[in-house]
């Protein structure tokens, strides 16, 4: 087992259809500002999202900003979202002249919690994003209702949850707007990319002007925007890994029924909720391991499958408040200690991907029967 495993690994199209629909960006030399294939992928993923408007964006970061400035806040309003989350989701609040208020995640699903939601907010409050971490979904209904009861904004970080669905609610369509990253990392991509969807037709000229310097025309400028277009390249990159992204979701999903039979065998592991009526996005496989119950910790699970050249990820591991950005801001929470800070110390993401073979699968559970009190 010489060759590293990673824990993500890029969907790729064959070069051979790439090259074929570059041989058109070539011949129109129009290579961004809403090229042919951009327009028809956008239009491909509101079909495939369920959703009225999809607006790509450069990458996911830009499409929180573009989300964020579509919605006109109040500058130096707070938007709570959850410390458990990957950096972007905060700086793009600070980049838009907002401040991020951190409240507490949910106990079982370690998404962003109502009830610590309604602690957070005061007077000051103008949004809320939710994280669907790991592909598990944030209790949309309880968050709208927060919302709603307040005059606040709702915005999904769906980075993690690309296809996934509540019974019949894709999740393109909850809150006020929906953000995707299309990064390389995330099972379908465009290389680089992002994306913004919304059940609203009103929206997605908000959404075409943040993204493109709030430019109405060459002699008008109608608001704030940043330079967040998708070129033809990775539109090309997103229309051909649509085609085939089922295929690899379908090989994780019989990936995460094998991990879940490994888990399920040592006690003091936990996996990855399966939450009733949904349909998992297979982005990760997310574990969490008790050092008391399992007989060790989760750095020392970590460390032994870097031995066998497996690297697994501590994720999300610091999270956002322990970033010297956002350090020592408070976590509001309905328990005496959040849940967070015990969570991050015990969350680890094993290889997700279908370049997880038999021989990893046995490996890792080697290891895990090595390191477990019960060997």
């Known amino acids: 087992m010489n ?6 690994r890029p969907l790729i199209p064959e070069l051979s259809d790439l090259t074929a629909l570059l041989q058109g960006v070539w011949a129109s030399q129009q290579v961004t500002n809403e090229g042919s294939l951009h327009n028809q992928l956008e239009v491909a993923l509101a079909r495939h999202l369920e959703v009225s408007v999809a607006k790509l964006t450069c990458n996911g970061t830009a499409a929180l900003q573009c989300a964020l400035l579509s919605l006109d806040l109040p500058r130096g309003g707070e938007v709570i979202t959850t410390p458990l989350t990957f950096a972007a989701t905060a700086h793009a609040i600070m980049a838009c002249g907002l401040t991020p208020v951190f409240a507490d995640v949910d106990e079982v699903t370690l998404t962003l919690d109502p009830a610590a939601v309604a602690r957070a907010i005061t007077e000051r409050t103008v949004a809320v994003i939710g994280v669907h971490v790991y592909g598990t979904l944030c209790d949309h209904v309880a968050l709208r209702d927060i919302c709603n009861a307040h005059g606040l904004k709702l915005v999904f970080d769906a980075a993690h949850a690309f296809g996934a669905t509540l019974e019949e609610t894709p999740v393109g369509a909850m809150g006020d707007l929906s953000i995707f990253s299309l990064h390389a990392s995330k099972l379908y991509n465009t290389f680089e990319g992002g994306l913004v969807t919304s059940t609203d037709p009103v929206d997605s000229q908000r959404l075409r002007l943040a993204r493109n310097f709030g430019i109405e025309n060459e002699e008008v400028v109608r608001s704030v925007g940043i330079n967040g277009k998708m070129s033809e390249l990775n539109a090309a990159i997103g229309l051909l890994n649509l085609q085939k992204y089922e295929e690899e979701r379908a090989v994780r999903s019989a990936l995460r029924t094998a991990y879940d039979r490994i888990v399920e065998r040592f006690p003091g592991l936990t996996k990855q ?14 574990i969490r391991v008790d050092p008391v119950t399992f007989g060790a910790g989760r750095d020392k699970i970590y460390t032994r499958l870097k031995d066998f050249q497996i690297f697994s990820r501590r994720y999300f591991w610091p999270i956002c408040t322990d970033f010297e950005c956002y350090r020592g801001q408070t976590i509001y929470s309905v328990h005496e200690q959040p849940v967070v800070e015990q969570v991050k110390n015990t969350v680890l993401c094993l290889p997700f991907h279908s370049g997880v073979l038999p021989h990893h699968v046995e490996a890792i559970d080697a290891v895990l029967q090595e390191l477990s009190g019960n060997n």
């Open 3 to 8: 060759d590293p495993l990673y824990v993500s």
């Open 273 to 286: 909720i399966r939450q009733v009526g949904v349909k998992q996005s297979e982005q990760y496989y997310m």
